[in-house]
């Protein structure tokens, strides 16, 4: 008889959502999780997700100010008050994990256990809490362990000048200026947000475009722009040799060209480590692949059935709501019943001004496999109500498959980008074609009709004619 059903290890996205799940179907849970204090949420809540969009909620807000003459409001100069800013984050932050715990954990019966959880077999975990270690055995097992920024030897990261996402959190004083390692998300977010708020920002990409997931130039190249129209210098195709802090106290970037970039901090947005090294993978005989990730099926089992991964540590794109779902798949197959995630509609969000969201294969992934495929594109100037809130910067891209007209990606770079994705992400999940976006009544004005008005345009239908 084993103490528990299940026992997660990381209490992020996924273990949580498996967590909960499996308490939910009459399951006995415990979840372990290593750090005591901003533990609970994982990443996502306590230094990822959650944070950075409470950040954006203020960054946001300053730059419609700025903006408020345009739509004749008249207010007097704004001051960022930056203590202030990261108090209101800590604090939505403190209320997210307090109550990820105490209302949707603890009430469920899961025992939510502060420690560091090491697999002994592939039934058996050590806890060590600093203080002493005992063991604990499950029926199941589910690793969510989740990832760290990668500490790259070259850049010198020391936490003070040369910084990743997480120390950046804590900035309760702007730099005059700072180097932006990467045009990902994390490097677009802050780079976004720490412009707004005065800060003379420089990016780094090394691969030609920003945003390098996405294979769409007509969106990434709209996305440079706006980001150099709103004073941002983007360097993209250029390496990054060596970044290190100088006798003076300023931080200098040697990049591949020769040049040097010199600026206050150094943001390094690239990189995660998987959190896999050390957790006693090899004596429960679970295997990994290359950069310590571990290979599951299509329920996520591992090479041993009754150990579960999700998350970070699985492939695919490194979002919580990847995790989430993997760990609402582990908790139903534990539970007898089928459930599946979809790895070809899993929605992608960057949350700068004008937003961008992506979803599914753009044209050139689908050229690249074979897929004829049918797109239509529309600039958000033609829509009435991102024209009323003078929000017309970007443009939407829909992709189906020209035999059956159905949907296999988006791209938007527009007002509400990252909500509007969702859009698709239920066509996808669904198979649904061109005509069930394009015929479903959207309500008026709205930024939805965009969606539907670009559905109608790959069919040929658009009322816009731009
Ligand atoms: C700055 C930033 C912004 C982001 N913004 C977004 C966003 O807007 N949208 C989005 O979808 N994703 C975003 N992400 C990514 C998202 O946070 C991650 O993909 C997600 O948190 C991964 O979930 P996970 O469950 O795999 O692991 P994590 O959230 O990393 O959680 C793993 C947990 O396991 C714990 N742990 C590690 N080792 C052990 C051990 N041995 N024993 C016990 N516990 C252990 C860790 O302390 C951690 O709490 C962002 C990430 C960053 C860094």
Do not use: W
């Not at 007097?76 to 930056?82: I, L, P, Q, T, V």
């Not at 990054?240 to 901090?265: F, K, P, Y």
């Not at 700068?352 to 100037?381: C, H, K, Q, W, Y």
């Amino acid at each position: 008889m084993y103490d528990y059903d299940v026992i997660c290890i990381g209490a992020g996205p996924g273990g949580s959502a498996s967590a909960m799940r499996c308490a939910d179907r009459g399951k006995r849970v415990a979840i372990v999780e290593a750090r005591t204090k901003n533990g609970v949420g994982g990443t996502c809540v306590n230094r990822g997700c959650i944070p950075t969009k409470a950040l954006m909620a203020s960054t946001n807000l300053f730059a419609s100010l700025k903006t408020a003459k345009a739509l004749g409001i008249g207010v007097g100069e704004s001051a960022a008050d930056f203590k202030a800013i990261n108090r209101r984050k800590n604090a939505v932050v403190n209320n997210l994990s307090f109550g990820l715990e105490n209302f949707l954990m603890k009430p469920r019966g899961i025992d939510v256990i502060k420690a560091r959880g090491r697999l002994l077999d592939a039934h058996t975990v050590e806890l060590d809490d600093g203080r002493e270690k005992r063991s604990i055995t499950a029926e199941n097992l589910v690793i969510a362990v989740g990832s760290e920024p990668a500490y790259i030897p070259a850049f010198h990261i020391d936490g003070k000048k040369i910084v990743t996402s997480n120390e950046l959190l804590d900035l309760t004083s702007l730099p005059k200026d700072i180097l932006v390692v990467g045009a990902g998300a994390i490097g677009l977010e802050y780079g976004y947000l720490l412009n707004t708020f005065g800060v003379k920002v420089t990016v780094v990409e090394m691969m030609p475009n920003v945003v390098p997931v996405l294979h769409e130039p007509e969106i990434t190249d709209a996305v440079l722009k706006s980001l150099t129209r709103s004073g941002i210098t983007v360097r993209t195709g250029v390496g990054i040799r060596e970044i290190s802090v100088r006798e003076d106290g300023m931080v200098r970037a040697s990049l591949a060209t020769g040049e040097e970039i010199v600026t206050e901090m150094a943001l390094v947005g690239i990189g995660r480590t998987l959190n896999t090294a050390d957790i006693g993978l090899e004596a429960a005989g679970v295997q990994t692949g290359r950069r310590g990730m571990i290979p599951t099926d299509a329920q996520l089992r591992t090479n041993v059935p009754n150990i579960f991964a999700a998350g970070d540590i699985t492939e695919g794109p490194q979002l919580a709501d990847k995790a989430q779902r993997q760990g609402l798949v582990i908790a139903e197959t534990i539970a007898g019943n089928e459930f599946h995630i979809r790895y070809d509609a899993i929605p992608s969000a960057i949350f700068t001004e004008p937003e961008i969201a992506m979803i599914g294969m753009t044209a050139s992934d689908a050229e690249a496999a074979g897929i004829r495929v049918m797109t239509g594109m529309l600039p958000f100037t033609a829509n009435e109500k991102a024209t009323a809130m003078q929000r017309t910067e970007g443009l939407i891209k829909v992709v189906a498959r020209e035999d059956d007209h159905r949907i296999i990606g988006a791209q938007i770079f527009g007002a509400e980008a990252c909500d509007l994705i969702s859009e698709f992400a239920v066509a996808m999940e669904n198979d649904l074609k061109l005509e069930a976006l394009a015929f479903t009544m959207h309500p008026h004005p709205t930024l939805t009709e965009i969606v539907m008005e670009v559905c109608k345009r790959a069919l040929g239908l658009a009322f816009d004619r731009s």
